[in-house]
């Protein structure tokens, strides 16, 4: 499929359009890899009444370590009270603030939604176009999948709730820093500027 | 060397130069409990594990030692989560060692199982599982060194019985790896320089110390600051000691019950330098309102501290004592500026001349009349040695002990401020004497909080540990009495304990404690000299005091300091 749907309101380009992500900030919370440790974090946001969006959690390449994504309601608490006190946990060990506009992000979708004869066409025109897949084909409903931006993936439920979710599940946002395209000094320079 | 875990966790204990323990067996630590008899480790066993745990906290507030405290599972564990929570609350370092469940039994419900791990990760700096005896010498390093580094705090080890049981090749680490832990105690050089600065600038400045210089033991380098800039000094709840009580900068106490001096200084002061203090409630009263005028340095160990509560204008991660060092240095090495820093003479002397007008105050009528509570402790510090260790639980005894004691020399005050727990100071006190068994420790305590805790003189009794307890019998939960009379129209509900029920004398006696009771100011001096030979075991001196007395000044929760209350004259 060669066309594909890119969000008109890219959150990288305008962090603001996004639900809420003025009043969101991701946090890649690199963790020892022991019992306890998820527990921990989730009780420290618990206990201090911080609110967590979404939490995603998977080992990283060191096995040692794991890495959680955290999405966070900065109205709950200021970002450095929570960063400060997330530093206090023996077994965290990096904590890096990802700004919207200096990330990537993404999140994966699953969704089964109502596709009897007469609309699953046009719900398979849907999935293409967000290049998703279809993962699970029943009678008259479909499972669907679509990964991106956590943006699209907005838009992609948005326009799947007009066939009927029966189910849906998302995974939350991983992210990480966006590379370096320039060198220092002329990042600094446009720093300034803008 | 091939050990078992059981022996591996107490050799270890050795390797840290742990050389007492207080604690009390059970079902599932008892593999434990077997090698402690050829362990040079002396075990204090308690009656309660609650006591325990206050016991390490008492030994580490008086030695600066960490204070170990070992318990079964299951309910035990549970009962020792109050020291462990009051430990967090007052930076206190002590390591927790609890019995655990065999590991194959975990999470089944079995007989005296309690996922204390999971109960107790809010109220530790850390814990830790131990499901390997192979880790058991690696767990006890790192939860010494966490214990004590840092901020200071509790930690807790869970010791399956299976983990116990097990065979395990001895060895002592070398070092801790802790990747994710790494507290810095060297403050940033252009932070202490803009705290000089501001130091220079200020024309009503003033020390808000708390217990954060005596964890980093930096009592005489806080001295040598203070005589260097001849800034005065307000000591709170938690570092009562920390700076001579004596000494003409010195304030005493700032907060809710503090003096109108301390308070009123830190209100009015253009800049606070807040050296290990962490803005509570009970210091700031309505934080809005609280030193509305002043610019804030701010030093601590903890990152988290700065700017929690009250935005600093200099931030200052470290440690008390290499920061304090620091700023000296940096002042003495710019004699210019120091030349031609603020003049705050007018500043020390409008303090000064409020000392004057509004000291503490309280009437004791007639030495037979009715016996007011200040005037016990007045006598008791009197006649009591200036190095005496005084401990107290929580509550009226413990304002009037902290106000009206006075404090010379670091380490002599340790009570529960963070958490204020009831029952405190005779587990605390027993814990102190043991750490220190040359100085006179003193308890001071209520009628209320020694119901909670005194099953532990049979301890202190039994295991020949001599601590004075001065119980202040006013027959009510005082604090909450006079809650109740002034802002609850004097209906008082649930506050009655009765003067001779228990018996304070003959129970004490039955504890082992010589013990007397006092009923009016003329008996009081004679009873403490008495208490003050007895050295063989402990003593219990219950004074009949006035239900009716209230601490004051009182600043009223949720309200200003600017609305102090000096007496009950203010109440009209």
Known sequence: MSISYIPGNGSSSDPSASLGVMHHHVLSVLVENRAGVLARIAQLFSRRGYNIFSLAVAPTDDSRFSRITIVVDVDSAPLEQITKQLHKLINVIKISELDPAESVECELLVATVNADISARGHVMELVALFDGKIIDVGIDKLTVLATGEPNKIDDFSELLSSFGIVELQRTGRVALAKLERQSNKLKNTTGRAG | ?572
């Open chain 2, 1 to 572: 060397m091939k050990l078992t875990g059981a022996q591996a966790l107490i050799k270890s204990l050795e390797m840290q130069g742990v050389d007492v323990m207080f604690g009390l067996p059970g079902g599932a630590i008892l593999p434990v409990y077997d090698p402690i008899i050829d362990s040079p480790i002396r075990h204090v066993l308690v009656r309660h594990e609650q006591g325990a745990g206050h016991m390490a906290e008492g030994y580490a507030h008086a030695t600066g030692r960490p204070g170990v405290a070992m318990v079964t599972s299951g309910p035990a564990a549970t009962n020792i989560v109050t020291p462990l929570a009051d430990a967090y609350m007052d930076s206190v370092p002590i390591v927790v060692i609890t019995g655990q469940v065999a590991t194959g039994s975990i999470g089944t419900d079995a007989f005296q199982e309690a996922d204390i791990t999971g109960i107790t990760m809010s109220v530790t700096k850390h814990n830790w599982l131990i499901t390997d005896a192979n880790d058991i010498p690696d767990v006890v390093a790192e939860a010494f060194y966490v214990a004590t580094t840092g901020r200071p705090g509790p930690v807790l080890i869970d010791f399956p019985k299976d983990v116990a049981n097990a065979q395990m090749d001895w060895y002592w680490p070398s070092s801790v790896d802790l990747p994710g832990y790494k507290p810095n105690p060297r403050g940033h050089s252009k932070m202490i320089a803009a705290a000089v600065k501001m130091i220079f600038e200020a024309s009503r400045p003033v020390f808000y110390v708390g217990g954060g210089v005596l964890n980093a033991r930096a009592s005489d380098v806080l001295a040598e600051l203070v005589e260097l800039t001849g800034i005065p000094v307000v000591t709170t709840l938690m570092a009562r000691g920390a700076f001579p009580d004596d000494h003409p900068l010195c304030l005493g106490m700032p907060g809710m019950h503090g003096n109108y001096t301390a308070v009123t200084a830190l209100q009015q002061s253009d800049l606070l330098i807040a050296l290990g203090s962490r803005f509570d409630d009970r210091v700031t009263g309505k934080l809005d309102g609280f030193a509305p005028h002043a610019k804030v340095v701010h030093v601590d160990i903890d990152p988290a501290e700065l700017g929690k509560l009250r935005r600093p204008d200099v931030p200052i991660v470290g440690d008390c004592r290499s920061v304090i060092e620091d700023i000296v240095r940096a002042i003495k090495a710019d004699p210019d500026a120091y030349q031609h820093r603020a003049d705050i003479t007018d500043w020390v002397a409008t303090l000064k001349s409020w000392q004057e007008k509004y000291p503490l105050k309280y009437e004791q009528p007639s030495l037979s009349g009715v016996l007011k509570p200040q005037y016990v402790i007045e006598k008791l510090r009197d006649a009591a040695p200036s190095d005496t260790i005084v401990v107290s639980g929580v509550g009226q005894h413990q304002m009037w002990a902290s106000q009206y004691w006075k404090f010379n020399y670091p380490y002599t005050w340790i009570n529960s401020g963070g958490l204020g727990t009831m029952g405190f100071a005779i587990p605390a006190a027993i814990g102190a004497k043991v750490g220190k068994p040359d100085r006179t420790v003193w308890a001071i305590d209520g009628d209320g909080c020694f119901q909670m805790t005194a099953q532990e003189l049979v301890t202190a009794s039994i295991e020949q540990i001599p601590i004075k307890v001065a119980l202040l019998n006013n027959s009510y939960l005082g604090m909450v009495r006079q809650w109740q009379e002034m802002f609850y129209g004097e209906r008082y509900s649930e506050v009655y304990l009765s003067p001779d029920l228990p018996d304070y004398v003959k129970w004490s006696e039955a504890m082992g404690c010589a013990s007397f009771r006092v009923e009016n100011a003329e008996e009081v001096g004679p009873a403490i000299e008495k208490a003050n030979e007895i050295n063989d075991r402990p003593v219990v001196i219950e004074f009949r005091t006035d239900s009716s007395e209230k601490v004051f000044p009182m600043v009223p929760a949720g309200v200003s300091n600017d609305n102090i209350i000096l007496g009950p004259e203010g109440l009209m």
